[in-house]
């Protein structure tokens, strides 16, 4: 079944307003003088948004891509007072390109009356020696994928079409994933889809990052992801691939955190208490896009025919989840629990307060399983039907 969005009338991307929209207008109407950075992967829709905020504002876009934008912030007062004489809201694009700037960035927030927005990965921490002598001077936010709410306020849709909208979001993230550029276009047929979802996999997850980080082995990093890809839901053991890819643990290792500083990858860490019930060193590990990950594995069926379907839905629900964390700055932490029985808890959100919302998630309705968790704690469950309204209340 080819999903159609169309009838739903969703808006083209460039009018979809994203949630981190009205992030950045507080910021440009407030009086804080702190840069805010904009972390997310390319083609996530950090670009689209600063040019619209430099049409709107009537100011340019530097692009550290180009030599030519990087020589304008070289670390000299002469320079940088000839770029403040002129704006005093500053417009940055791939601010990790340019690692020299961190230096830049903080004569231009101690010495000068200016604002700045800068867009990035979250790699200039790594790449820039300087990056610590920013503390105190910057506010961040993220810039991820789009998510459920994101499109759903974005569709002209009826109120008794709720849940059949709610539906067809969520198959079309869960096959096609939720990359802007799907979007786009609502004319885009599935093979469109397919080929978009290719270059932004070789171009971007593969080849960028491969380039960014010097790797030395592009066959092993798709050899991973492919092994991660065909095991979600489930504990992953760096040794386990490591042995059967025949490479070293450390090498595995460092790859899956390129991923997932990157944007390819989430992690979602075994909860611990001192109670000895609690098992697991592992991790499991989702992908922030379905699109990437169906790419990987080589598979757009529908979802009834997938024999992964519980994996896919239950990656679905993990990233929307974690985009919902990032897109509210929400102060909570997300693990998965498990004793060592083998009983499973799929998903723990604990707040500051030591408050814990416990999540079962199944892709049909069923029942919830028998109350395992160690610590007062509020259990629900989670499926096709109840996801969007469990989501729009964490």
Request: charged share 25%; aromatic share 12%; glycine share 4%.
């Amino acid at each position: 079944m080819y999903i159609d969005i169309i009838h739903f009338n969703i808006k083209m991307y460039n009018m979809i307003k994203r949630i981190i929209t009205s992030q950045i207008e507080d910021y440009l109407n407030n009086s804080s003088r702190k840069i805010f950075f904009i972390w997310g992967p390319r083609r996530s829709g950090k670009t689209t948004l600063l040019q619209y905020f430099a049409s709107k504002l009537g100011l340019p876009v530097f692009n550290f891509d180009l030599l030519s934008d990087r020589e304008y912030f070289i670390p000299r007062r002469e320079i940088l007072e000839k770029i403040v004489s002129e704006h005093t809201i500053i417009l940055i694009d791939e601010v990790q390109n340019y690692p020299e700037s961190t230096i830049s960035l903080k004569i231009l927030h101690d010495e000068f009356n200016v604002k700045i927005i800068a867009t990035g990965s979250s790699e200039l921490r790594q790449k820039s020696g300087e990056f610590d002598s920013l503390t105190g001077r910057f506010t961040e936010t993220f810039c991820l994928p789009l998510s459920v709410e994101e499109i759903y306020k974005n569709m002209d849709t009826k109120l008794y079409r709720h849940q059949a909208a709610a539906d067809i979001i969520a198959e079309s993230f869960q096959i096609y994933g939720s990359y802007p550029e799907i979007y786009a276009d609502a004319k885009l047929n599935q093979s469109e889809k397919i080929d978009l979802l290719q270059n932004i996999f070789n171009s971007y997850v593969l080849k960028d990052i491969i380039n960014i980080y010097d790797l030395k082995n592009e066959k092993l990093a798709r050899d991973i992801l492919l092994k991660l890809a065909l095991q979600i839901g489930s504990e992953v053991s760096l040794r386990e691939i490591a042995s059967s890819l025949g490479a070293n643990t450390t090498t595995v290792a460092n790859y899956i955190e390129i991923f997932v500083k990157n944007y390819i990858l989430i992690p979602l860490y075994s909860f611990k208490t001192n109670m000895r019930r609690a098992v697991s060193e592992n991790r499991k590990l989702y992908f922030y896009d379905l699109g990437i990950r169906n790419i990987v594995v080589k598979d757009f069926r529908d979802l009834y025919l997938r024999p992964d379907r519980g994996g896919v839905f239950e990656n679905f629900i993990i990233s929307e989840v974690d985009k919902k964390i990032k897109n509210g700055n929400k102060k909570v932490s997300m693990y998965f629990y498990r004793e060592y029985s083998g009983k499973e808890v799929d998903l723990i959100i604990e707040d500051y307060q030591k408050k814990y919302s416990c999540f079962e998630i199944k892709v049909n309705r069923g029942k919830l399983r028998k109350n395992i968790f160690p610590l007062p704690h509020e259990l629900k469950l989670i499926n096709s039907l109840s996801y969007f309204d469990a989501l729009k209340v964490l």
